[in-house]
């Protein structure tokens, strides 16, 4: 079931992609997917599960063991994360749409540094990341959200987002501005099953929670 129907109408091949942060729970089908990868040390987590993956890469510093029968590619530049680069590897082989889980949890860092990667490459790639908690991306500047109800929806700006509407959550935004270290949308819920959500100029990550 596709939560946003602007992912939902991408007609583009579809990536998976493992982070060596926290470990999820529950692996979506991953037969839904044209590739899988493995990034760095989150191999292992495939390996004590018994899943192969497509593609291993990353600069090889927490990995225990490098497989020999699938694809690997060691990007060992420092001036980049191994998130970064496996995006630019996914570009490069003609995928737009990348699912990711493990881009949280462990250290707080690397979680931020997952979110500054993934407004970098914004405009070029579709990237969502899942974990036990909720689902979270970033959006351009017109979205519906669909089934939703129930759900704590919020609003991120990085580090403003201007004139700000939404239709459906329980405390509506209306032409509002949001900056980051001011006041951001936190904790709101979605009254309706879409959710929609309108803003002009800035950056906007809308998170979703599961339950």
């Known amino acids: 079931m596709c939560l946003f129907s602007y992912f939902c109408q991408m007609n583009s091949k579809k990536a998976f992609i493992l982070l060596n942060g926290a470990e999820p729970k529950i692996f979506p089908d991953l037969s839904i997917y044209d590739i899988v990868c493995a990034i760095d040390g989150a191999y292992d987590h495939f390996k004590s599960k018994n899943i192969q993956p497509d593609l291993v890469t990353g600069d090889f510093d927490s990995i225990h063991t490098i497989p020999s029968n699938i694809e690997v590619i060691n990007t060992p530049d420092q001036n980049f994360t191994d998130f970064d680069k496996a995006l630019t590897i996914l ?14 949890g462990k250290e707080h860092d690397h979680f931020l540094g997952n979110i500054s990667t993934a407004l970098q490459w914004k405009n070029i790639l579709k990237i969502t990341f899942f974990d036990d908690f909720g689902t979270y991306f970033f959006i351009e500047e017109q979205i519906t959200l669909t089934n939703v109800k129930g759900k704590n929806i919020s609003l991120i700006p990085f580090p403003i987002a201007h004139e700000i509407f939404t239709e459906g959550l329980a405390y509506p935004i209306i032409n509002e501005t949001l900056t980051f270290g001011k006041r951001i949308g936190t904790r709101n819920i979605a009254f309706d099953n879409d959710v929609q959500i309108t803003f002009k100029g800035g950056e906007l990550l809308v998170y979703i929670s599961n339950d």
């Open 91 to 104: 570009k490069n082989k003609g995928y737009v749409h990348i699912d990711v889980y493990g881009g949280s």
